[in-house]
């Protein structure tokens, strides 16, 4: 059974461009979490999708980040305008159900510069 | 969520067992203890979990005390891979409810040879 993944694994933006990150979650798994981990700084929550659904994005920056996990296909984290700030390495997670146990895996991350 | 409380750093022997403790003082009735890890530069591996009983897998022991106030993961045979920071989450898991993860700051295990 395949893992979480995430790709690109590393990304180059110049100030001002888009940034898209993909995660596919584990098979069987419906959920999925971004995380940020800023240099030198711990995990941060950032966004938490269902299929077609944002269940809970109280760790997301206002303004210019955005996700999706369509009904086909892998979950996407956009960022709009990149600045130098968004350099970090950004992590997603998948879990298979809500059950009481319910366990997330991550990916390898992906790890954005931007110039 | 209960906050916990790890030591910043610790270190192991190869081959000696790696014992890492977390408080959680304020711990609720409905609130797991999770472990997960950070190899420099990938992402966290979920290690272990567990609600009262002490759990063992294939990668390590989890002992909870009994008032559930503390636990400790025990890495019974360290290698030099499993230096790694160790992060010990307390979370509510409620039925129908999937919620984030909060990490802190948890222990930089160092295995030296």
């Known amino acids: 059974n395949a893992g979480v993944m995430q790709n690109p694994r590393h990304l180059v933006r110049r100030r001002g461009q888009e940034a898209r990150l993909r995660c596919s979650p584990m098979k069987g798994h419906s959920h999925v979490y971004w995380y940020r981990q800023l240099p030198e700084e711990g995990l941060k929550f950032m966004v938490y999708?269902?299929?077609?659904?944002?269940?809970?994005e109280s760790g997301m920056p206002k303004e210019r980040f955005s996700a999706e996990f369509p009904k086909e296909g892998p979950s996407i984290l956009r960022i709009q305008q990149v600045v130098r700030g968004d350099s970090a390495a950004y992590f997603c997670?998948?879990?298979?159900?809500?059950?009481?146990?319910?366990?997330?895996?991550f990916g390898p991350g992906t790890r954005l510069l931007v110039l | 969520d209960a906050k916990t409380t790890q030591p910043t750093s610790m270190d192991c022997a190869e081959g000696r067992a790696a014992n890492l403790p977390c408080n959680h003082s304020t711990i609720s009735g409905n609130e797991y203890v999770y472990w997960y890890r950070q190899i420099h530069s990938q992402g966290p591996q979920y290690i272990i979990h567990g609600l009262k009983n002490n759990e063992t897998n294939e990668m390590a022991s989890l002992i909870i005390t009994e008032d559930r106030k503390s636990s400790t993961l025990i890495l019974p045979h360290a290698t030099l891979r499993d230096t790694a920071v160790y992060y010990c989450i307390v979370r509510v898991a409620l039925v129908g409810s999937a919620r984030q993860l909060t990490f802190g700051s948890g222990t930089q295990l160092t295995v030296l040879p």
């Open positions: 999708l269902q299929k077609e659904n944002i269940i809970d």
């Open positions: 997670a998948s879990s298979p159900s809500e059950g009481r146990r319910e366990t997330q895996y």
